[in-house]
């Protein structure tokens, strides 16, 4: 059974900083490329950063370049997002997604993957 389980959402002033992790179990987590995403209600998922099975990056979105760094532990299977300079339209929730194979070096494309449920990220004054 596989589980991906995001954290460390909340609110956060314009300009402030942001850690997310996201867990795994289930699956070969260290062979998989990564990726997180995020979405406002009524709009579509976006796709804002991935990382190969080995841990390059493999896609960036302009709207967070030079703001957001992803990285990851096999060791403890835990993928995390370094959100710096947040911005109100950073306002969102942030998913993470496992690739449904292994070894690729794209991003996890939905539906296919393994999803988490998501984790809420505030921007407000």
Not at 12 to 40: D, K
Not at 90 to 106: E, H, N, V
């Amino acid at each position: 059974h596989v589980h991906v389980a995001e954290s460390g959402g909340g609110l956060v002033q314009p300009g402030g900083s942001l850690t997310l992790s996201c867990t795994v179990s289930g699956l070969t987590f260290e062979s998989r490329a990564m990726g997180w995403f995020r979405q406002v209600p009524g709009q579509g998922r976006e796709r804002i950063i991935c990382i190969t099975w080995t841990g390059d990056y493999s896609y960036v979105s302009d709207s967070v370049k030079g703001r957001f760094t992803v990285s990851k532990d096999d060791a403890k299977k835990a993928l995390y997002l370094q959100m710096n300079n947040l911005k109100v339209a950073d306002t969102a929730t942030y998913s993470c997604a496992a690739d449904a194979q292994t070894y690729s070096s794209g991003c996890p494309s939905p539906p296919f993957g393994y999803w988490g449920q998501g984790t809420q990220v505030t921007v407000s004054s």
